[in-house]
C-alpha cells in the first residue's frame, strides 16, 4: 500500500560544487532577492513542505591546499550568510517552512536561540534550524579557533547546546504578552525567567530577548549519519537528512533510525527522515536517458575530487586517482559519507570523484511517471517520509521542469498534497501521520 510522502527543496545561498554558475537563469543574480523570492514561490506552488539552506562559513579550501580551484570554477563560493534570507522569505510565502544552518561549533547559543526565534516570529511558525557541528578547520579559524573538536566531541557540546537553547526559548512562558491596552500591561515580568544555565561548554543568564514563538521553537533537523549523529537524532531532531542511493540502503538506515528512536523513548514518527534526490527528466526514458549520458560526458573529474576534498577535509590530489582510498584514513569531517563508500565495494578515488561530480543523490533516471513510480517504491520499500530535491539556487528551470512535469503526477496518485491543511512546519510534517 502506498503513502503520502514530503517534499522540499535542499540548497544554499551559493554556487554549489558543479560550476552551477553557467546555468544561471537569464535575469538573475545570487547576490540579490529576486532569485530567492521567485525560487521560493515556485516550491510554494508545488505545496514542499520547505526550502532548506545547507551552509558553509568559510572558502573551501581543501583541494590542492588554497581556494584557487574553487574560486576559478565558481564551486562553493560566494557564500551569503541564509539567516537574513529567511527574513526575506518570510514576507515572500505564506506557507513553505523555511530551514536554515547554524552550526553549534561557533555561533554563540543566546544568538543562534534568538536568530530563529526572531525568523519563527517573521514567518509565523514556519522555521527550522538544521544543526550541524561543521567541518572544516579553516571555518574553525574563521571564528578564532585553531581546530575543530574531535568529531564525536562537537556532537557531545551540541547535546549541551541545543539543551540551552531550549531553555532559552522557554524562557518566556507562551502567556506572558498581556498586551491589555487599558491597563497599560504589555508583558506579565513574572512570566519571564532567567534561566542561570551553566553547562561544560556553555553558559547564559538568560531570558531570551524573544517572546515565545509560534511553534515554541523551530523545528530541529540533523543530516548526521554517523552512528554519533544518528544518536543525536534519534535524542533531537525532528527531521533527518539522508543521501541513500539504494532503496536497501534507505530501509536499512531508517530502520535503525526508528530502533534508536525507541531506545531514546521518542515515537517512531517523532523524526522524519528525507532522503536526497536529483533525478534525470526526459519526456521519454530514451530522451532521460540520453540527458544522462549527455551529463556523464560533461563530468570533470577533477570537480568531483575538489567537492570530496571539501567534504572530508582532505586533500585528494595527494592520492592515487585510480586505486580506493586507504582504510584507515583519519577524518574528521564527514566520516559516514567516506565509510558509505567503503561499506560499497570501496570503489576507486576516481570512481568516487565521478560520483560526487554528479551529486546526484538517489539517481532516478526516466519519464516523469518512471520517476514517480521510483519515489512511491522508495517510501513505501526504503521507509523514508520525503524526499528533498537537491539543486542549487540557480538551478530554477530544472525545479520548475520538475514542478510541473512530476509533481502533478504524484498529486494525482494522492502521494503528495494538493494543499496545505496547516499554517505551521511541524503542522506539515505530521500532516500523514
Request: proline share 6%.
Amino acid at each position: 500500500m502506498s503513502k503520502k510522502f514530503h517534499l522540499a527543496l535542499f540548497t544554499s545561498a551559493s554556487f554549489g560544487g558543479d560550476s552551477a554558475w553557467m546555468r544561471t537563469t537569464p535575469g538573475y543574480d545570487i547576490r540579490y532577492p529576486e532569485i530567492y523570492c521567485d525560487t521560493a514561490r515556485i516550491c510554494e506552488r508545488a505545496k514542499f513542505d520547505m526550502i532548506f539552506f545547507a551552509d558553509g562559513p568559510t572558502l573551501p579550501d581543501a583541494y590542492q591546499g588554497g581556494w584557487d580551484y574553487y574560486a576559478r570554477k565558481g564551486m562553493w563560493m560566494p557564500v551569503f550568510d541564509p539567516v537574513p534570507i529567511l527574513g526575506l522569505l518570510s514576507g515572500a510565502t505564506q506557507r513553505l517552512g523555511l530551514a536554515v544552518t547554524l552550526s553549534t561549533s561557533f555561533y554563540p547559543p543566546f544568538m543562534a536561540a534568538r536568530a530563529l526565534a526572531t525568523v519563527d516570529h517573521l514567518s509565523r511558525g514556519r522555521a527550522a534550524w538544521n544543526v550541524v557541528t561543521s567541518l572544516s578547520k579553516s571555518a574553525a579559524q574563521n571564528f578564532g579557533q585553531d581546530d575543530l573538536l574531535d568529531h564525536d566531541v562537537r556532537y557531545d557540546v551540541a547535546d549541551e547546546y541545543i539543551n540551552l537553547c531550549h531553555q532559552l526559548w522557554k524562557s518566556w512562558e507562551p502567556d506572558a504578552l498581556v498586551l491589555d491596552r487599558e491597563r497599560e500591561i504589555y508583558a506579565d515580568g513574572s512570566k519571564i525567567h532567567a534561566i542561570n544555565f551553566e553547562g561544560q561548554y556553555h553558559k547564559s543568564r538568560g531570558p531570551l530577548t524573544v517572546p515565545s514563538s509560534p511553534q515554541g521553537h523551530p523545528v530541529i533537523i540533523s543530516a548526521g549519519a554517523s552512528p554519533r549523529g544518528m544518536r543525536y537524532a534519534a535524542e533531537h531532531a525532528e527531521i533527518t537528512v539522508i543521501t541513500k542511493s539504494t532503496i536497501p540502503t534507505m530501509k536499512a538506515f531508517t530502520g535503525s533510525l526508528r530502533d534508536r528512536l525507541a531506545a531514546a523513548g521518542r515515537p517512531s514518527n517523532a523524526c522524519k527522515v528525507f532522503n536526497l534526490f536529483r533525478p534525470v527528466i526526459g519526456e521519454t526514458d530514451a530522451i532521460a536517458h540520453e540527458r544522462w549520458q549527455e551529463q556523464a560526458k560533461s563530468i570533470e573529474i577533477e570537480q568531483g575530487l575538489a567537492n570530496f576534498s571539501y567534504t572530508l577535509g582532505t586533500d585528494l590530489s595527494k592520492f592515487d586517482p585510480d586505486k580506493p582510498l586507504p582504510t584507515d584514513m583519519n577524518v574528521n569531517a564527514i566520516r559516514s559519507k567516506l565509510q558509505n563508500y567503503y561499506d560499497n565495494g570501496n570503489p576507486t578515488l576516481r570512481e568516487i570523484a565521478a560520483q560526487e561530480a554528479r551529486n546526484a543523490g538517489f539517481p532516478i533516471v526516466g519519464t516523469p511517471d518512471h520517476i514517480a513510480d521510483v519515489l512511491e517504491e522508495a517510501a513505501r520499500e526504503g521507509g523514508v517520509d520525503g524526499f528533498m530535491l537537491r539543486l542549487t539556487m540557480h538551478d530554477q528551470q530544472y525545479l520548475v521542469e520538475f514542478v510541473d512535469k512530476v509533481v502533478p503526477i504524484l498529486q494525482r496518485r494522492g502521494l503528495c498534497r494538493t494543499e496545505y491543511s496547516g499554517a505551521m512546519l511541524r503542522d506539515h510534517l505530521h500532516e500523514f501521520d
